[in-house]
């Protein structure tokens, strides 16, 4: 999704996004794939900050 969006996506995150899938794939339990979830949400909103909702907006 991140490549689809943003086309200019830094390698780095790209990188990351793909190390995280594959621990989520290889996740022992829900609160180890919850946290892996969360690290890429880190990573994706990093580079896709327009993406994050804004607080004001609500």
């Known amino acids: 999704m991140l490549r ?4 200019a996506a ?9 190390r995280l899938a594959a621990n ?3 996740a022992d339990g829900m609160p180890r794939l919850l ?3 969360g690290a ?4 994706y909103f990093a ?4 993406a994050k909702p804004s607080h ?3």
Request: hydrophobic share 35%; aromatic share 0%; net charge negative.
């Open 47 to 50: 580079v896709n900050d327009d």
């Open 24 to 26: 989520a794939a290889r």
């Open 56 to 58: 004001r907006s609500l």
């Open 10 to 18: 830094p390698a780095p995150a790209i990188s990351e996004l793909e």
């Open 4 to 7: 689809r969006n943003h086309p």
């Open 40 to 43: 890429a949400a880190r990573v």
């Open 35 to 37: 946290g892996t979830e």
